[in-house]
């Protein structure tokens, strides 16, 4: 039972730089979600996907791009990397629903720790 | 403002002892609630849930407690065990996105050390 997966588990650019993270589940979920992880921030929001064909900026969607390639997997691109992206990255997945089944926990990956110089 | 915040950032506790981690959320149109336990290297992991119309929820030796009134949240974890020493977040939810879809707004977190 994999749940989240994420590739890879550790990736080191020079600014400039592009990259695509890879995240797939297996919980058949409609909802995914790309976080970023900073020290003393928490986990922020960068895009999500309600359901598949749909992709939605949040909190700090600058300097990235996504793809929802399908039901499964949900991509998240650093087209020009900066030492500004240096973080740890979380896919997660929620089964989605109505309104009045919306509220369903997220589901998280183990992360990517990038580090951009 | 951080509209997710946590009273104390680092809790230690004796094993077989009782914990409380607590959270205040300042959205009280919040309606959904979550508790995360993250170990070091590892993703955050579902703990247990509460929705807005109940106060409290059990779960295997956790429980979390809602008042709406003062904006509080809080876990309780019975018989600490040292497998239960790491960072827990709580997270609400402050938007409906449409589509079935939530976004979720996250604490800092609360370190528990379990002192064997």
């Known amino acids: 039972n994999a749940g989240v997966t994420q590739t890879p588990k550790f990736q080191v650019l020079k600014t400039g730089q592009s990259m695509t993270l890879q995240c797939a589940q297996d919980?058949?979920?409609?909802?995914m979600y790309w976080y970023r992880q900073d020290p003393g921030m928490g986990l922020r929001l960068i895009y999500y996907?309600?359901?598949?064909?749909?992709?939605d900026k949040g909190e700090v969607p600058n300097g990235y791009n996504v793809s929802r390639l399908n039901k499964r997997e949900f991509s998240l691109r650093l087209e020009s990397a900066a030492p500004s992206q240096t973080s740890v990255y979380f896919c997660?997945?929620?089964?989605?629903?109505?309104?009045?089944?919306?509220?369903?926990?997220?589901?998280f990956g183990d992360g990517t720790r990038l580090s951009i110089l | 403002g951080e509209s997710v915040g946590l009273h104390l950032p680092t809790l230690s506790v004796q094993e077989g002892d009782n914990s409380i981690i607590n959270c205040a959320y300042s959205?009280?149109?919040?309606?959904?609630f979550i508790w995360y336990k993250q170990e070091s290297g590892k993703g955050p992991q579902f703990i247990i849930d509460i929705r807005s119309n109940m106060d409290k929820r059990q779960g295997q030796r956790v429980t979390v407690l809602l008042n709406k009134t003062v904006k509080h949240l809080s876990l309780q974890i019975a018989a600490t065990q040292p497998g239960d020493s790491a960072v827990y977040f709580c997270?609400?939810?402050?938007?409906?996105?449409?589509?079935?879809?939530?976004?979720?707004?996250f604490g800092k977190g609360t370190k528990l050390s379990v002192i064997p």
């Open positions: 996907s309600a359901s598949e064909g749909t992709t």
């Open positions: 919980m058949n979920h409609n909802s």
């Open positions: 959205n009280s149109a919040s309606d959904y």
């Open positions: 997270a609400e939810n402050l938007a409906y996105s449409g589509a079935g879809s939530y976004q979720l707004t």
């Open positions: 997660a997945s929620s089964r989605g629903g109505q309104r009045w089944n919306s509220n369903q926990p997220q589901h």
